[in-house]
């Protein structure tokens, strides 16, 4: 499948439950990797005895006692954590289209002339979440009554979230059913004939 479709919307405008579930499998995946790094981290870090290293460190440069307060500082982490799933949803639809879980449920996003997002786009989109998230999801829940089931967020970056897959009629069906219906039409011109005979 071509990564642009300029305007043909491949599959048209993905649903909210399809959009819904692709979301939680790409909140598991980037909760499940921040858990799994933080564990690495703090497994490497035992084994290692890097914390023994670190306070002969501080006995001899104390200055760096600062430092190493902010590395450990929680909100150094959640703002790490942040900046990974801002990364995660913006290289994943900037490169793919898709994140693991739109690529999984066959959604995929497209801008609103059916081009490519780009990073900047991407980031704005995920920003956007914060916006759809404040007033009870509400940016969220928008897809339900949205003709192109935009919500906020897609809105605000002027992207739409479509099926992957070329929304096209099976040409091979169209074929016989245009032979099906020539034999009926010449059986019943073969029964009108007769009948007026």
Not at 54 to 83: C, D, K
Request: glycine share 6%; net charge positive; aromatic share 16%.
């Amino acid at each position: 499948m071509n990564n642009e479709d300029p305007q043909g919307y491949l599959g048209y405008y993905a649903g909210f439950v399809s959009r819904l579930v692709a979301f939680v499998v790409d909140t598991i995946v980037t909760v499940f990797t921040v858990i799994a790094t933080t564990w690495f981290i703090s497994v490497t870090v035992n084994i290692f005895q890097i914390s023994n290293t670190w306070t002969h460190l501080l006995n001899r440069y104390p200055m760096l006692e600062q430092i190493f307060g902010w590395i450990y500082n929680p909100l150094t982490g959640s703002l790490v954590a942040l900046v990974f799933i801002l990364l995660y949803y913006s290289l994943f639809l900037t490169l793919l289209g898709q994140t693991p879980g739109k690529l999984l449920l066959g959604v995929r996003v497209l801008t609103v002339d059916g081009h490519r997002v780009s990073f900047g786009r991407a980031v704005l989109r995920t920003f956007a979440y914060i916006i759809c998230m404040v007033p009870l999801f509400l940016g969220f829940i928008w897809v339900l009554i949205d003709d192109q089931r935009q919500g906020w967020h897609d809105k605000i970056a002027r992207t739409y979230v479509v099926y992957a897959w070329e929304a096209r009629p099976d040409e091979h069906f169209l074929v016989r059913l245009n032979k099906r219906m020539q034999r009926l039409a010449s059986f019943r011109a073969a029964k009108e004939n007769q009948s007026n005979h």
